[in-house]
């Protein structure tokens, strides 16, 4: 067929697809704005209607093994590659390709914004567990890391140990489905952090996550917790806690890390117990470097072999996905978080660190672990 040839665009449908795209567009704003004013829908909605919502759609999606939502997005990726493809058929077919994409981009947009992005706005996990935040010095995080050193040095010791000093994990599968459990003792204790109603699933695409630097992801579009198959095991179980922390509206990465620190203790499984101090010493340790290169090596110095062995095994681990895809991906993730009230960016993972040492000051009040001597 030639150029002359091709049927048109039936006109008025790429104005059609532009109004939707507008509107959507609009909707997104509108909620964005109501949450950062603390308008009347964000105070009525979130974050107890939010919960409700997604743990209904994570429910409902929950009844397959795989991540439901990354198979849509392989569906709308060869949809939008074909569609494209045939756009070149008709006059006017790119044209109105480019204005359904925008229409469809615009329509995740709101559903985002709606469903997960706002949550960013609501109360902060201090007031939420009721825990004062503390004004610390680098001696006041050393000691909160030494802690974590003894507590982790002693829970390595409850695990079976890989060839190459690693720590052996259960299956994923295995992990997930006890991941819940930690969150039960706090729902029971704080009416404002809710149970997960949901268990993690493995990402399906987890080479591709890793190269990007993602070890887990929670998709709110159909409520999915979802964790790369590819985390160093050691953090494995604490990951799992993360993504079920983002199912029950705890938004930030910090936040998210905090409360999946607490629920690792309390899930009274060793996994879970070691995962929470492995991890708990690496926010000690990335911070205090940063202000006290000497106390970091005296705090590192506190490790036993065995902890450092396993400490050394995740650098080497996670060394084969470095590059400029990760690069990217991060770069389009430290846009995202920064866009939603988390200043710091990629590097709000490591700001536990402040929960962690407000928490350890005040004597490790929650729940049922007790602090000991680290000094």
């Known amino acids: 067929m030639s150029m002359k040839e091709r049927p048109p665009v039936k006109k008025g449908s790429c104005r059609r697809l532009l109004i939707c795209a507008l509107v959507f567009g609009l909707l997104a704003a509108a909620v964005y704005l109501d949450a950062w004013l603390g308008g009347p829908f964000f105070r009525l909605f979130y974050p107890r209607g939010d919960y409700l919502m997604l743990r209904t759609v994570g429910r409902i999606f929950g009844i397959f093994p795989f991540s439901v939502f990354e198979v849509l997005c ?17 006059r006017g077919g790119l044209l109105k390709f480019l204005s359904a994409a925008l229409a469809v981009a615009m329509g995740i947009t709101f559903c985002f ?36 050193v003894r507590m982790a040095n002693d829970a390595i010791l409850d695990l079976p140990q890989g060839e ?21 003792p706090i729902s029971e204790q704080h009416e404002k952090i809710f149970m997960p109603g949901i268990k993690p699933k493995p990402l399906l695409y987890s080479d591709a996550f890793s190269y990007m630097g993602f070890t887990g992801f929670y998709f709110c579009y159909t409520g999915e917790a979802c964790a790369n198959r590819n985390t160093y095991p050691s ?46 010493y690496i926010w000690c340790a990335n911070s205090l470097y940063k202000i ?3 106390a970091a090596s005296r705090l590192s110095a506190l490790c036993s072999d065995r902890f450092r062995t396993d400490l050394n095994s995740t650098n080497t681990h996670y060394e084969q996905y ?38 350890y000051l005040a004597g490790c009040p929650l729940y049922t672990v007790e602090p000991v001597s680290a000094k």
């Open 74 to 90: 392989t569906a709308l990726g060869i949809g939008a590659v074909v569609n494209l493809v045939l756009s070149f058929r008709k």
């Open 113 to 148: 914004t709606f469903m997960w992005g706002v949550n960013h706005f609501g109360e902060d996990l201090y007031t939420r567990l009721e825990l004062e935040p503390a004004d610390y010095d680098a001696e006041d995080l050393f000691e909160a890391g030494a802690y974590c």
């Open 164 to 184: 190459d000093g690693h720590v052996v994990m259960p299956d994923i599968g295995i992990l997930a489905e006890a991941a819940a459990e930690g969150f039960r």
């Open 235 to 280: 953090a494995l179980p604490l990951t799992l806690c993360h993504e079920l922390g983002h199912s029950i509206c705890v938004a930030s990465e910090d936040e998210a890390n905090f409360i999946a620190f607490l629920a690792c203790l309390e899930n009274g499984r060793p996994e879970f117990t070691y995962s929470a101090w492995y991890m708990g």
């Open 292 to 294: 006290d290169k000497k």
């Open 322 to 359: 470095d590059g400029q895809v990760q690069e990217a991906a991060q770069s389009v993730n430290d846009a995202y978080l920064k866009a939603y009230q988390e200043e710091l960016g990629i590097e709000s993972y490591d700001a536990a660190v402040s929960y962690l040492v407000s928490w």
